[in-house]
């Protein structure tokens, strides 16, 4: 099993330059997340899907659209990229249940100059 | 609201010695909490959760309610413990929020 998988690896768009960042699992799992890294921020939720067809805003949500195609993918797009979107995203996955721990992805290295 | 507070971006000790790290948190519902690291180039991982009163690689976490803390620790720190740490709450039955981080140097 490859767990959660993200692509590209590496990105550099010019301000205004829209994109999606795919995400996808192997495990069956129902919730899927994108959050992004920063230094001295921590990992911080943008968008969350608790199951195929559903998702809900995190805590950063602002300049970033979400689809969950199937149970499988959940895609992050930004429409307009900003300098304030230069950031790692990573997609994480988790079978609902009390104690169940998330997996992630590899991240997503992304400048927007 | 809910919030992790990880209060040391940088915690530097040498190879042998004790480490804690620490995270304290505000959750109105129960808390469950969790360790995760994340290596040099590696993606994030779980390293512990509380609710199983585990030692994984010789680290340990006890919550403490009244103290509102989940304080990461380990004897003997190691040159392969260098990373970077996360401290996590469950909210709302399925999402984590992460504190800030602390980075982790163990000198030789």
């Known amino acids: 099993n490859a767990g959660v998988t993200q692509t590209p690896k590496f990105q550099v768009l010019k301000t205004g330059q829209s994109m999606t960042l795919q995400c996808a699992q192997d495990?069956?799992?129902?919730?899927m997340y994108w959050y992004r890294q920063d230094p001295g921020m921590g990992l911080r939720l943008i968008y969350y899907?608790?199951?195929?067809?559903?998702?809900d805003k995190g805590e950063v949500p602002n300049g970033y659209n979400v689809s969950r195609l199937n149970k499988r993918e959940f895609s992050l797009r930004l429409e307009s990229a900003a300098p304030s979107q230069t950031s790692v995203y990573f997609c994480a996955s988790r079978q609902r249940g009390y104690y169940n721990e998330q997996f992630f992805g590899p991240g997503t290295r992304l400048t927007v100059l | 609201a809910q919030r992790v507070t990880q209060p040391e971006k940088l915690l530097s000790v040498f190879k042998g010695a004790p480490v804690e790290l620490k995270c304290n948190y505000s959750y109105s519902g129960s808390p469950e909490l969790f360790w995760y690291v994340q290596y040099s180039r590696q993606r994030l991982q779980l390293l512990l959760r509380h609710i199983s009163r585990e030692s994984i690689k010789g680290f340990t976490a006890d919550l403490n309610k009244g103290e509102t803390s989940f304080h990461l620790k380990k004897p003997f720190a190691q040159e392969e413990d260098s990373a970077m740490y996360y401290c996590a709450l469950l909210y709302n039955t399925d999402k984590l929020i992460f504190g800030t981080g602390t980075r982790l140097q163990v000198f030789p």
């Open positions: 899907s608790a199951s195929e067809g559903t998702t």
């Open positions: 495990m069956n799992h129902n919730s």
